[in-house]
Structures are given as C-alpha cells and as structure tokens.
C-alpha cells in the first residue's frame, strides 16, 4: 500500500506542476498581448506578479518576462526599470539591447559612471551604434557641461503644479500673458474624491488629461484655475460608456 501511496503522490505532483507550468505560460501570454498593444502599465503589472512564480531555473522565460517588464517601466519613465533590466542580464537575456537601454535608463537617472559602463559593453558588439556613442560622450561630459552656468532661471509655480499630476502643454490665451491653457491629469472634484475611484489608463497607469485654464488677479497672481470652459460635461463619453458595458457583461477570469 505504501508503494501505490508514494506513486500517487508522485503522480500527484507531477499534474499540479504540468498544471502550474500552463497557468505561467497561459499568464505570459496575457502579459504579452498587452505589452504588445501598447498597454504598458497593466503589461508590468501582469509581468511582475507571474515573474515571482517562474521557477528560477527556467532561465530563459524569466529573462523574457523580465526584459520586457524593463521596457515597460522605462518608457513609462519609471525607477523600477534598472531592477527589471538587472534580472534581465542576470539571467542571459539573448539580445545586447538589454544592455543599451539599461544604459538609458541609469543616464537618465543620474547614474553616469554606471550608464558608461553598460554603453560599453553594448559597444562592444556595436561599435559604430550611434545612440550608444552619443549616451556614452554625454556621461563623460556631464561633469564639465554642470560647471557651465545657465543664462535661465526657472522657477515652478505652485498653482500649476498640483501633487501627485503631471502638468505640461501651457500657452498663453492672449498677448498681454494674463491667461493661459494647459494640459493636467489633476483631481478636479475633491468633493467626490474617494466615492468614484478614478479611472487610470492602462497605458499610463495615470489619470486621463484634460485641459484647464487660469487666469492671473490684479496682484498678478494666477487664480481660478478649472476645467476649460465648454469642452467637457459629467456624462460620460460614448467610448467609457463602451467600455464599461463591456467589462459588466463579460465573464470574471
């Protein structure tokens, strides 16, 4: 009995890792198909909850997942990408564009001794790869382009720039420069913030953009800053009504 018992068992365990292994690959496919049609935040996400449950010794979906998890967050501008493009290298991704935009990636960051490094082993199978080459002189100029001193000074204004949104876009409305148009993912209702949870594109992961206006007081500062005028209403629009039909009438995974 004990003998049939222990073969059972192995049987057992057999099936649920095949079933497993299916599950895994089912899910990078998933993962896959969004990162392939542009949907970038939700394509990370997926990537890196399955990541965790890839046995490391499948080295090259792990390299995969994680190389494209990297491009996710890096053109999503996103921090967790030199991770991602870390485990990518640690585990033999195939191609040595994992090592170009990682260099990006740690240039953009500030990280330039770093970026120089990856740029050169790049080169080294690229040489003549101009983006590699002007990435790498730029990390070597940095410290001697920081000690030249600007002939700008900038300076945020507060109002415009509201926590946790991107604003950009601005233009002024009229020739004396009192009003102005600009682009912002801001929170508009504070009133209903936390009822309606605001939906995020799964490209971004970030609020959908809408046009705002301000204008500038009799101190010179700018006030009644809100959604421009005309373009825009409480109902929803013909495509979110789409896709919210859609998403009730079909089957939960």
Not at 43 to 59: C, L
Not at 173 to 179: H, I, K, R, T, V
Not at 224 to 236: K, N, Q, R, V
Request: with cysteine; proline share 2%.
């Amino acid at each position: 009995m004990r003998v049939k018992e222990i073969i059972c068992l192995l049987w057992a365990a057999i099936i649920a890792c095949s079933m497993s292994s299916c599950s895994i690959s089912a899910r990078v496919k998933r993962a896959d198909k969004k990162y392939n049609i542009g949907e970038y935040y939700q394509a990370a996400e997926m990537y890196k909850q399955v990541y965790r449950r890839i046995n490391s010794k499948d080295k090259s979906m792990r390299a995969h997942v994680a190389f494209n998890q990297g491009e996710c967050y890096r053109i999503l501008n996103n921090s967790k990408a030199t991770s991602a493009y870390k485990n990518a290298i640690r585990y033999h991704y195939p191609d040595s564009i994992v090592y170009l935009h990682y260099a990006q990636v740690l240039h953009y960051q500030g990280k330039y001794k770093e970026a120089i490094k990856q740029y050169d082993i790049y080169l080294h199978s690229y040489p003549d790869n101009y983006v590699a080459q002007a990435g790498k002189y730029s990390c070597m100029q940095m410290e001697e382009w920081r000690k030249q001193k600007s002939r700008y000074e900038v300076n945020p204004v507060k109002a415009f720039n509201a926590k946790r949104s991107s604003n950009m876009a601005p233009a002024l409305l009229n020739a004396d420069g009192d009003a102005i148009v600009f682009t912002s993912n801001r929170s508009e209702n504070k009133e209903k913030k936390g009822k309606n949870k605001v939906r995020v594109s799964s490209v971004t992961g970030a609020a959908s953009f809408n046009l705002y206006s301000a204008r500038k007081n009799a101190a010179g500062q700018w006030e009644d800053i809100a959604l421009c005028e005309g373009l825009y209403s409480d109902e929803p629009s013909e495509e979110e009504e789409s896709s919210i039909g859609s998403k009730q009438s079909s089957p939960a995974e």
